[in-house]
């Protein structure tokens, strides 16, 4: 139990339930013709160098920044149980690194309970991302620029 | 994660030495941010502004005037009182640029969702006229 509670506290967690079958979830997650139109942030392109979807199998996406770097992200599979779960390592270089994703798919009445969880290798760097990408001055403060933006946008 | 702060902090500085009035000046400075926060709630004029600060008035007036610079703020006068305003689309490019490093997991999820939800609708809609 204490172990349980020790990882929870390295654990960021986001469960969405998705109005769509789990096969189409999976495909949607699994296959590089899908993770393309989804991984990127809006107005960025990916390009998938490499995706062996099998466990030990490498995957690699690159991001071509403005300035002409690439931001690399990567991971290696260590458990796919089609279609229900998989879990990846993954580095987000520079900003996340060393971190396990755990992906649960579950489906009832046609929908599919997804839940993401990222598990940190330290409970420490976990609230330092946690504080970074969630609760941080300047993530809620995107996230209500982006609102505002929004509304504003269309006076422009 | 402490190489990523320094590596904004140097990109910041790179900006900041070059003297280039944009958005990456424009919060340089935390007086700045405090003003783009608070004006980004609702416009004021600047008496109402400068009454969240310590510093005089003159002192916020000069931060205003590079904010303007910048094109984040617009002022506007009436009468004897100035009003100044955000131009959200300055700020727009900022959090467009730092979403790019943020690990930003729920936008991630929320793309993820649109994504499926879309292939699903033109899933069913291929089955529709199949049928």
Known sequence: ?156 | MLIFYIWVSVRLLIMTTESRRDIFQAIADPTRRRIIELLSTKPMNLVTLAEHFEISRPAISQQIKVLEECSVIETRREGRETFCSIRPGELKKLADWAERYAPLWEEKINAFEAYVNKLHSSKNNKHGKAK
């Open chain 1, 1 to 156: 139990m204490e172990k349980l509670n020790e990882i929870d506290k390295r654990v960021l967690t986001i469960k969405k339930t998705f109005d769509a079958p789990r096969r189409i979830v999976w495909e949607a997650w699994t296959n590089p013709d899908h993770i393309i139109h989804w991984w990127a942030p809006s107005g960025m392109k990916i390009q998938v160098l490499c995706h062996e979807f099998k466990v030990g199998g490498q995957w690699k996406y690159s991001m071509p920044m403005p300035d002409g770097s690439e931001f690399i992200s990567e991971g290696v599979y260590s458990e796919i149980d089609e279609p229900s779960k998989i879990v990846t390592s993954a580095n987000f270089r520079p900003m996340t690194e060393g971190v396990t994703i755990h992906v649960l798919f579950e489906e009832e009445n046609g929908k599919t309970h997804f839940t993401f969880s990222v598990v940190h290798p330290t409970e420490e760097y976990c609230r330092q991302q946690e504080k970074m990408g969630f609760y941080n001055g300047w993530g809620s403060a995107f996230v209500r620029l982006d609102e505002f933006v929004g509304s504003a946008g269309v006076e422009e």
